[in-house]
C-alpha cells in the first residue's frame, strides 16, 4: 500500500458537530493540572519461579501519556479491558505505577507515600461507576456526602456541616432534605448524584469519572452528564471521563484520547477525532456509532474490526492492533508504531500515518517532546 493511500484510508465516520451550549472550551494559556508520562501499571501473575519473579506480567497500561488543563475534560475510550479503569486509579494513585511519571498541579506525586497523598486527596476526587455498590447502604445520605469533611477537619461544628451537606446536595440537584434518607430510597441517577456531591465536598480541582453513566438508562444519562457540564462551567473541574459509550463522551469532552490493549493509539480535539479518524481502531470504533438520520446511516461506509481482543499477559508483537487491523501491512507484525504528533492537536501511533522511516528520526527525541503539540 502506498504511502498516499495509506493516509487516506478510512472515511468519516460520524460527522462532525459543535460542542453543545453550556460546554465551553477551556481558557487559552489555562494552566495544566495533570501531566501522565509514559505511564505503565504491570500486574505480575502466576506462582513465582525460583529467585522471586512471577511466571507471567499483564501489562494492563503500558506507556500512556496525556495532559489535562484547567476547566478540560479528557475522554478515554476503549473496549473493556484496554486499561481504561486501571488508568485512572492509578493518576489518583490508588494503584501504584509500574513506570512513568504523574504530575499533579506541578508535583510529582508518582513515588508519594500515603502520608504524603493524604493533603493531595483534597484535590482529586472520583466518581465510580456503580451507584448501587459505591454507596454503602448503612449508612445515610448526610454521613455519605459530609464523611470527607470530618475526615479532613473542613467543619468545627454539626451545623456548619449539616449546612455543608445540605449546600452540596442542592448543587447536584437534590433537595437539602434527602440528607436523612439511605441509599436505597434513591433511583440509579439520584445516587450518581448523591456520588458526584461527594466527590465535590472537599473541592476539587480534578475528577476521574469512571463510566459514571454505563450503568443508568439513557434518558437519565442526559441528566447526569448535564450535572457534570454545570459544574464544571461554574466550578472550573477538570475531568478524566473513562467511558466505552462514544455517543456519551461527545457530548461532554473536549479532547478525546482511545486507548488499546493498554495504549493510547490516538488523541485528538473531539471535533477532529469524530470527523477525520486516522486510527483504523478509531476508524471501526465511530464506525459503530449510530446516526439519528436513517439515510446517512444506511450509506455511510462500515469499517471491520477482525477476531478477538488479544490478551494483555500474551499482546501481539508490532502493532498490538495489527492481529484485527483490515489494513495491516508487514512491518505492522513486527515495529511496534510511535505515538507521534499529527496536525496540531493530534498524536496517532500508526505506520498508515507515520510509516517507519518517519517514526525512526522520532525515536530519538523524548517522548513528551514528540508529542508536545498534543499534551499541550
Given at each position: 500500500m502506498s504511502?498516499?493511500?495509506?493516509?487516506s484510508?478510512?472515511?468519516?465516520?460520524?460527522p462532525?458537530a459543535?460542542?453543545?451550549s453550556g460546554?465551553a472550551?477551556?481558557?487559552?494559556g489555562?494552566?495544566?493540572?495533570?501531566?501522565?508520562?509514559?505511564?505503565s501499571?504491570?500486574f505480575?501473575?502466576?506462582s513465582r519461579?525460583?529467585?522471586g519473579?512471577?511466571?507471567?506480567?499483564v501489562?494492563a497500561?503500558?506507556?500512556?501519556?496525556f495532559?489535562?488543563r484547567?476547566g478540560?475534560t479528557?475522554?478515554?475510550v476503549?473496549?473493556?479491558?484496554?486499561g481504561?479503569s486501571t488508568t485512572?486509579?492509578?493518576?489518583?494513585?490508588?494503584l501504584e505505577p509500574?513506570?512513568g511519571r504523574?504530575?499533579?498541579?506541578g508535583?510529582?506525586?508518582?513515588?508519594?507515600?500515603?502520608?504524603r497523598m493524604?493533603?493531595?486527596?483534597?484535590?482529586m476526587q472520583?466518581?465510580?461507576?456503580?451507584?448501587?455498590?459505591s454507596?454503602?447502604?448503612?449508612?445515610?445520605?448526610?454521613?455519605?456526602?459530609?464523611?470527607?469533611?470530618a475526615?479532613?477537619?473542613l467543619?468545627?461544628?454539626q451545623?456548619e456541616?449539616?449546612?455543608?451537606v445540605?449546600?452540596l446536595?442542592?448543587?447536584v440537584?437534590?433537595?437539602?432534605?434527602?440528607?436523612?434518607?439511605?441509599p436505597?430510597?434513591?433511583s440509579?441517577?439520584q445516587?450518581?448524584r448523591?456520588?458526584?456531591?461527594?466527590?465535590?465536598?472537599?473541592?476539587?480541582?480534578?475528577i476521574?469519572?469512571d463510566?459514571?453513566?454505563?450503568?443508568l438508562?439513557?434518558?437519565?444519562?442526559a441528566?447526569?452528564v448535564?450535572?457534570l457540564?454545570e459544574?464544571q462551567?461554574r466550578?472550573?473541574?477538570?475531568y478524566?471521563f473513562?467511558?466505552?459509550?462514544?455517543a456519551?463522551?461527545?457530548?461532554?469532552?473536549h479532547?478525546?484520547?482511545?486507548?488499546?490493549?493498554?495504549?493510547?493509539?490516538e488523541?485528538?480535539?473531539?471535533?477532529?477525532?469524530?470527523?477525520r479518524p486516522?486510527?483504523?481502531?478509531?476508524?471501526?470504533l465511530?464506525s459503530?456509532?449510530?446516526v439519528?438520520d436513517?439515510e446517512?446511516?444506511?450509506r455511510r461506509?462500515?469499517?471491520?474490526?477482525?477476531?478477538?481482543?488479544?490478551?494483555a499477559?500474551?499482546p501481539p508483537?508490532g502493532?498490538?492492533?495489527h492481529?484485527r487491523?483490515?489494513?495491516?501491512m508487514?512491518?505492522?507484525k513486527?515495529?511496534?508504531?510511535v505515538?507521534?504528533?499529527?496536525g496540531?492537536?493530534?498524536?496517532?501511533?500508526?505506520?498508515?500515518?507515520?510509516?517507519?522511516?518517519?517514526q525512526?528520526v522520532?525515536s530519538?527525541?523524548?517522548?513528551?517532546?514528540?508529542?508536545?503539540?498534543?499534551l499541550g
Amino acid at each position: 500500500m502506498s504511502e498516499t493511500t495509506a493516509r487516506s484510508v478510512g472515511p468519516a465516520a460520524v460527522p462532525a458537530a459543535p460542542l453543545p451550549s453550556g460546554v465551553a472550551s477551556p481558557a487559552p494559556g489555562a494552566e495544566e493540572v495533570l501531566r501522565v508520562d509514559n505511564l505503565s501499571v504491570h500486574f505480575p501473575v502466576g506462582s513465582r519461579l525460583p529467585f522471586g519473579r512471577p511466571r507471567a506480567t499483564v501489562k494492563a497500561v503500558d506507556g500512556v501519556s496525556f495532559s489535562l488543563r484547567r476547566g478540560e475534560t479528557l475522554g478515554l475510550v476503549g473496549e473493556s479491558g484496554c486499561g481504561k479503569s486501571t488508568t485512572g486509579l492509578a493518576v489518583l494513585r490508588m494503584l501504584e505505577p509500574t513506570g512513568g511519571r504523574i504530575e499533579f498541579e506541578g508535583q510529582d506525586i508518582t513515588r508519594f507515600d500515603k502520608k504524603r497523598m493524604r493533603p493531595l486527596r483534597r484535590g482529586m476526587q472520583m466518581v465510580y461507576q456503580d451507584p448501587y455498590g459505591s454507596l454503602n447502604p448503612r449508612m445515610r445520605v448526610r454521613d455519605l456526602v459530609g464523611e470527607p469533611l470530618a475526615v479532613h477537619r473542613l467543619v468545627r461544628n454539626q451545623a456548619e456541616y449539616d449546612e455543608r451537606v445540605g449546600a452540596l446536595l442542592a448543587t447536584v440537584g437534590l433537595l437539602p432534605h434527602m440528607a436523612d434518607r439511605y441509599p436505597h430510597e434513591f433511583s440509579g441517577g439520584q445516587r450518581q448524584r448523591i456520588g458526584i456531591a461527594r466527590a465535590l465536598a472537599l473541592e476539587p480541582s480534578l475528577i476521574i469519572c469512571d463510566e459514571p453513566v454505563s450503568a443508568l438508562d439513557v434518558s437519565i444519562q442526559a441528566q447526569v452528564v448535564n450535572v457534570l457540564v454545570e459544574l464544571q462551567q461554574r466550578l472550573g473541574l477538570s475531568y478524566l471521563f473513562i467511558a466505552h459509550d462514544l455517543a456519551v463522551v461527545r457530548h461532554i469532552s473536549h479532547r478525546i484520547a482511545v486507548m488499546y490493549l493498554g495504549r493510547i493509539v490516538e488523541i485528538a480535539s473531539r471535533d477532529d477525532l469524530y470527523a477525520r479518524p486516522q486510527h483504523p481502531y478509531t476508524q471501526a470504533l465511530m464506525s459503530a456509532v449510530p446516526v439519528a438520520d436513517p439515510e446517512v446511516e444506511r450509506r455511510r461506509p462500515r469499517v471491520p474490526v477482525l477476531g478477538e481482543v488479544p490478551s494483555a499477559l500474551r499482546p501481539p508483537s508490532g502493532c498490538r492492533f495489527h492481529p484485527r487491523c483490515p489494513h495491516a501491512m508487514p512491518v505492522c507484525k513486527t515495529v511496534d508504531p510511535v505515538l507521534m504528533a499529527s496536525g496540531a492537536d493530534r498524536a496517532v501511533a500508526c505506520h498508515l500515518v507515520h510509516p517507519p522511516g518517519e517514526q525512526a528520526v522520532s525515536s530519538a527525541a523524548p517522548l513528551l517532546q514528540r508529542n508536545a503539540a498534543v499534551l499541550g
